[in-house]
């Protein structure tokens, strides 16, 4: 969600579906003629010269169509962002690329609209209890974000109110798009990118739905109450409705902040492994995970800011409105990976992969058996085997440098070394949202600069070792450097 920005605004978001449908339907029709026209031109140069012009091609297609998306704003903007963030292994790079070239609007609604919103979901008489800002902190594709202060006890909250019309427009949205992606012919149209499509349907859903959304994030408030090194916003229910999330203001810096950076690496690296037993509890306990990485999701609250007594460095954690339940025929297989992966079980590893149907017991021996090795590669900075990590990721103390290490760029490049692209298959959207999530963790952890062992916590949750519980004493006041 974008920050404040004054002026700029909008007296109403578009959701009108059918001049959506027909403005998508335009580009898409354009984008699909120019393909054709590209492909009739293109069919006596040689095949190198082919590929590099349909890729030049699909590049400039997707840019064209991208624009448009951007023009309609509401969830057609949001689809795409998600698209573009869970879509790799159903679009082309190309597409992808420019799909990320979205932003969040930053154009918001101006205030007599939302205040239209706030009278129409919470009453007039409650509304007069507050003193609301009108000029927005944050806007985004669905919604924007007002402070606000209660008259009586000088309360600070926030307001999350979500654009007329948005959620109506989801599934027409999504429908559009589809269809825009399909007359582009930018996409090979199957029963797995039909499965992924419905995936981001319920999630476009569970992002407008802010009754499930204040629901979730109460839960976790109450999960991670004992818990010193997190903030949950408290939802004031009787200001919030279908439309409206009251919470609580909770103050603090961006994750990239130079604050946070000028911390010792001591509390830094204790923010990560917070992170990341946050993640193994999600996954191993809750069964229920953030699926969105977004950096905007997290602040960091410092010790001693803004409030005598707090003691300890804190992740704020906001936006639960891509909290997804997992089933455990899903989470076993995804355990075990991890377990035998942890073990250096390659054939259980690969057993896992094969549940999970991502892979084929009828491939090579030799690619099943490279598959799995790219699959345990993942979890270098939780492995025993130390001697195996590379020189430039070890600081002095043999602590793993998250940021050095570079882990991500190395997978992938293992993985394209090899053969297995040739027999990869689409795994089930489920893999693909908590892939996408534990990349989140480890660039988060990386962005902090931390350097750490994750080993121990991730024996902790697979074989019970260590205290229940939370340490936090590394992120204590007394160690601010």
Same mark, same amino acid.
């Given at each position: 969600?974008?920050?404040?920005? $004054?002026?700029?605004? *909008?007296? !109403?978001? /578009?959701?009108? %579906?059918?001049?959506?449908?027909?403005? &998508?339907?335009?580009?898409?029709?354009?984008?699909?003629?120019?393909?054709?026209?590209?492909?009739?031109?293109?069919?006596?140069?040689?095949?190198?010269?082919?590929?590099?012009?349909?890729?030049a091609?699909?590049?400039?297609?997707?840019?064209?169509?991208?624009?448009?998306?951007?023009?309609?704003?509401?969830?057609?903007?949001?689809?795409?962002?998600?698209?573009?963030?869970?879509?790799?292994?159903?679009?082309?790079?190309?597409?992808?690329?420019?799909?990320?070239?979205?932003?969040?609007?930053?154009?918001?609604?101006?205030?007599?609209?939302?205040?239209?919103?706030?009278?129409?979901?919470?009453?007039?008489?409650?509304?007069?209890?507050?003193?609301?800002?009108?000029?927005?902190?944050?806007?985004? $594709?669905?919604?924007? *974000?007002? !402070?606000? /202060?209660?008259? %009586?006890?000088?309360?600070?909250l926030? &307001?999350?109110?979500?654009?007329?019309?948005?959620?109506?427009?989801?599934?027409?949205?999504?429908?559009?798009?589809?269809?825009?992606?399909?007359?582009?012919?930018?996409?090979?149209?199957?029963?797995?990118?039909?499965?992924?499509?419905?995936?981001?349907?319920?999630?476009?859903?569970?992002?407008?739905?802010?009754?499930?959304?204040?629901?979730?994030?109460?839960?976790?408030?109450?999960?991670?109450?004992?818990?010193?090194?997190?903030?949950?916003?408290?939802?004031?229910?009787?200001?919030?409705?279908?439309?409206?999330?009251?919470s609580?203001?909770?103050?603090?810096?961006?994750?990239?902040?130079?604050?946070?950076?000028?911390?010792?690496?001591?509390?830094?690296?204790?923010?990560?492994?917070?992170?990341?037993?946050l993640?193994f509890?999600?996954?191993?306990?809750?069964?229920?995970?953030?699926?969105?990485?977004?950096?905007?999701?997290?602040?960091i609250?410092?010790?001693?800011?803004?409030?005598?007594?707090?003691?300890?460095?804190?992740?704020?954690?906001?936006?639960?409105?891509?909290?997804?339940?997992?089933?455990?025929?899903?989470?076993?297989?995804?355990?075990?990976?991890?377990?035998?992966?942890?073990?250096?079980?390659?054939?259980?590893?690969?057993?896992?992969?094969?549940?999970?149907?991502?892979?084929?017991?009828?491939?090579p021996?030799?690619?099943?058996?490279?598959?799995?090795?790219?699959?345990?590669?993942?979890?270098?900075?939780?492995?025993?085997d130390?001697?195996?990590?590379?020189?430039?990721?070890?600081?002095s103390?043999?602590?793993?440098?998250?940021?050095?290490?570079?882990?991500?760029?190395?997978?992938?490049?293992?993985?394209?070394?090899?053969?297995?692209?040739?027999?990869?298959?689409?795994?089930?959207?489920?893999?693909?949202?908590?892939?996408?999530?534990?990349?989140?963790?480890?660039?988060?952890?990386?962005?902090?600069?931390?350097?750490f062992?994750?080993?121990?916590?991730?024996?902790?949750?697979?074989?019970?070792?260590?205290d229940?519980?939370?340490?936090?004493?590394?992120?204590?006041?007394?160690?601010?450097?």
């Amino acid at each position: 969600m974008s920050s404040r920005r $004054s002026g700029n605004s *909008v007296s !109403r978001i /578009k959701t009108g %579906s059918f001049e959506r449908r027909l403005s &998508l339907t335009r580009a898409g029709l354009f984008a699909g003629t120019r393909v054709a026209s590209h492909m009739a031109t293109n069919w006596f140069s040689s095949k190198e010269k082919r590929d590099e012009r349909h890729r030049a091609m699909l590049s400039k297609q997707a840019h064209l169509l991208v624009d448009e998306l951007g023009k309609l704003k509401g969830s057609v903007v949001k689809i795409g962002q998600v698209m573009a963030l869970y879509g790799e292994h159903f679009l082309p790079e190309e597409v992808t690329e420019a799909l990320h070239t979205l932003e969040d609007q930053t154009t918001s609604l101006e205030w007599s609209a939302i205040e239209r919103v706030l009278k129409a979901e919470i009453g007039s008489e409650q509304l007069a209890e507050l003193e609301i800002d009108p000029e927005p902190i944050g806007a985004a $594709s669905l919604g924007q *974000v007002h !402070r606000a /202060k209660r008259r %009586s006890d000088g309360l600070e909250l926030v &307001l999350k109110v979500q654009y007329p019309g948005v959620a109506d427009a989801v599934d027409s949205d999504l429908n559009a798009v589809a269809q825009l992606l399909r007359v582009a012919r930018l996409v090979s149209f199957g029963p797995e990118f039909e499965d992924w499509l419905e995936e981001v349907r319920q999630m476009m859903h569970r992002e407008v739905d802010y009754r499930l959304e204040a629901r979730t994030t109460e839960k976790f408030r109450q999960m991670l109450k004992d818990d010193p090194r997190f903030v949950v916003p408290r939802v004031l229910p009787e200001y919030s409705g279908g439309q409206v999330i009251a919470s609580t203001y909770e103050h603090g810096h961006s994750v990239s902040a130079d604050v946070v950076r000028e911390l010792s690496l001591e509390r830094r690296s204790a923010l990560g492994k917070a992170a990341l037993e946050l993640f193994f509890r999600e996954l191993f306990d809750w069964g229920e995970i953030q699926t969105d990485p977004n950096f905007g999701n997290y602040r960091i609250r410092i010790a001693g800011e803004q409030g005598k007594g707090v003691e300890h460095d804190r992740i704020v954690l906001l936006d639960f409105g891509a909290v997804q339940s997992y089933s455990r025929e899903f989470l076993d297989p995804v355990i075990q990976m991890i377990r035998a992966s942890y073990e250096n079980d390659l054939n259980a590893v690969i057993d896992g992969g094969v549940k999970l149907r991502f892979m084929n017991t009828d491939w090579p021996k030799e690619v099943l058996e490279k598959f799995g090795q790219v699959c345990m590669s993942v979890l270098e900075p939780l492995s025993s085997d130390h001697k195996s990590w590379p020189d430039y990721a070890v600081n002095s103390k043999g602590q793993y440098r998250w940021k050095q290490s570079d882990l991500p760029s190395r997978v992938a490049r293992q993985a394209a070394r090899s053969a297995i692209s040739r027999y990869f298959r689409v795994p089930p959207s489920e893999f693909v949202f908590l892939n996408r999530k534990l990349i989140g963790v480890y660039t988060f952890i990386a962005v902090l600069h931390s350097e750490f062992n994750g080993e121990p916590l991730l024996r902790k949750y697979l074989y019970g070792e260590g205290d229940d519980k939370p340490d936090a004493s590394a992120t204590s006041q007394i160690t601010k450097a």
